[in-house]
């Protein structure tokens, strides 16, 4: 069977070593529950009550772990209950992935049903905020969300139209600059070095290079 755009989204997740996703299951995200049904044997699906249960969740795996969380939610109000938790991530500065769905691609803007402009509405709370745009946009963002919440210790969001979810792999072209295998899928922690030995003196205008 041809991979899909959820597929290609799972497998990242899984290179990134992700082993937990906390979420609440809509028609919104269909695309992406297929992915994780044929891949129980390495995702752990953790069904939550409400969506804003999925983002504590996730925000609350990642203090307690140290490791990326990741929560999931449908388009339109799914994608907005996701909001308190996530900014509890971001006030607590904490490294989580929010996925949501969005509406058919074609339909954006025209009032369609659960057509609400997440991106905009998660422009506050979250570092990394992409809409997915076919099947080779995937790994670049993936990497680029996951390396962005783990660097900056935050949130990171990506919305997939739930159409483009069900998208075959093989029928998208790479545009001429997407270099295949330019993004890969890791993070080298920054490291932190001590101090020159030298004291700052808040008193001392010399330690900050002016001259008397």
Known sequence: MARTVADVLMDRLIDWGVKVIFGYPGDGVNG???ALRTRQDK?????VRHEEAAAFAACGYAKYTGELGVCLATSG???IHLLNGLYDAKCDGVPVLAITGHTFHDLIGTHYQQDVDLIKLFADVAVYNERVMGPTHVPNVVDEAIRTALARRNVAHLCIPKDIQEWKASDSA???DNTPRHSAGGYAANAVL????????????VSYGIQR
């Open 32 to 34: 992406i529950f297929e």
């Open 43 to 47: 995702l752990r699906f953790i069904q």
């Open 77 to 79: 109000p799914g994608g």
């Open 174 to 176: 790479r545009s001429t």
């Open 194 to 205: 001590p101090a020159d030995g030298k004291s700052e003196n808040l008193n001392d205008p």
